[in-house]
């Protein structure tokens, strides 16, 4: 009986499409670190539900296929930092979509729909093939050619230095991270994706991790995230033979969450950001810190995520938001739902 009282009120919790027209991208300074290269692009938008603010970050070096340099992770700590952080007039973006520029360098382009559709016409009545895109292509190679010059004690501080920006943001990011993975993700480029959330891939991108097939180790976290995303005996097949695979095979490992059309990868996952900004900011939050503690600490015990999961549910009681969700509810008003900028209710 208390099964079929609840099935009414969840059923009315599902979101529904929005048919209000989508607001336009505001781009966002480029961080101080990028200089004049324009390494890392940001942009926020807000959800046409009301629902706050969406950002993106697009990792950007189309003439290196979006490789990876230490500048390029200064930038990208910055980037992360300015979206979650309030200034300026802005408040704190509710969730975040990381990407590679197309191989033109154009990201505003790539994200107004008349130009990306101008573009896909464009690109099949010309017969030319167009490059290949990338989500990153890795390390960057000068970076790497540096390495063999460098003492192996400096090369240990240098590249734990080199993870730690790329992975430390993501993972201590407050807010729920997805990788629209727009092209080939290969080596360090698909581990960073490994630290977001949730991947969304493009049919057409193939990804791997060739460390082995370049002479070196596996780095940027892959040992340890790979595993947790689709277990050991598939990272140990990944990680060991350095193949890379298409995206339908990627999606079969549980490597990605779902795939879609290069020219709809993006906006897809943006379309997943602005349904996870529907929800309460706090319940997201605590919800996004709890899943990676499991993942970043394996060892964790049930009975330390029920405590978790006790405290912070008990903290949104006294919020607020969950009084307004179940109002919501009583008044079948939810398509009209929006839930207040975060806040700590602890404070």
């Keep these: 009986m208390a099964g079929r009282q609840l099935a009414a009120p969840l ?8 048919t209000a027209a989508p607001a336009k991208w505001a781009q966002l300074p480029e961080p101080e670190a ?3 290269a324009g390494l890392v692009q940001v942009f926020t938008r807000a959800c046409a539900s009301g629902n706050g603010d969406i ?4 990792l950007r070096q189309p003439a290196a296929m979006n490789a990876l340099t230490a500048d390029m992770g200064n930038a990208f700590g910055e980037a992360l930092a300015s979206l979650v952080t309030p ?7 509710r969730a975040v979509v990381l990407c590679g520029a197309p191989p033109d360098g154009d990201v505003a382009g790539m994200l107004d729909p008349a130009a990306r559709d101008e573009a896909a016409a464009a690109a099949s009545t010309s017969g030319r093939r167009p490059p290949p895109a990338a989500f990153s292509a890795g390390g960057d190679l000068a970076f790497l050619d540096n390495r063999l010059d460098t003492a192996p004690a400096d090369n240990v501080a240098i590249m734990r230095r080199f993870y730690a920006r790329f992975l430390r943001p993501l993972r201590e990011c407050p ?3 997805i990788a629209a993975i ?3 993700a290969v080596g360090a480029g698909l581990a960073i994706s490994l630290g977001c959330d949730i991947r969304l891939a493009a049919d057409s991108a193939r990804m791997g991790l060739n460390f082995v097939k370049l002479g070196i180790p596996p780095g940027m976290g892959s040992t340890f995230l790979l595993q947790q995303a689709v277990g050991p005996q598939v990272a140990a097949r990944l990680l060991l033979t ?9 999606k079969s490992y549980g490597l990605v969450l779902d795939t879609y059309p290069l020219d709809k990868v993006v906006q897809s996952a943006v379309s997943l950001a602005e349904n996870i900004a529907g929800g309460s900011p706090y319940a997201v939050r605590a919800t996004v810190k709890a899943l990676r503690t499991h993942v970043d600490h394996p060892s964790t015990s ?4 029920l405590e978790r999961e006790a405290l912070t549910q008990a903290a949104a009681y006294a919020g607020g938001d969950l009084a307004l969700g179940l109002k919501s509810i009583r008044e079948k008003s939810k398509d009209s739902l929006v839930f207040p900028e975060w806040r700590d209710p602890t404070e």
Excluded: K
Aim: net charge negative; proline share 7%; glycine share 14%.
């Design 34 to 36: 990028a200089g004049d």
């Design 175 to 177: 807010v729920p991270t």
């Design 55 to 58: 950002g993106l970050i697009a």
């Design 182 to 184: 727009n092209g080939h």
């Design 302 to 305: 049930l009975e330390l995520a």
């Design 11 to 18: 059923l009315a919790m599902r979101p529904l499409s929005s």
């Design 242 to 250: 350095g193949d890379l695979v298409d995206a339908a095979t990627a």
């Design 87 to 93: 200034g300026d007039g802005r408040v704190p973006v």
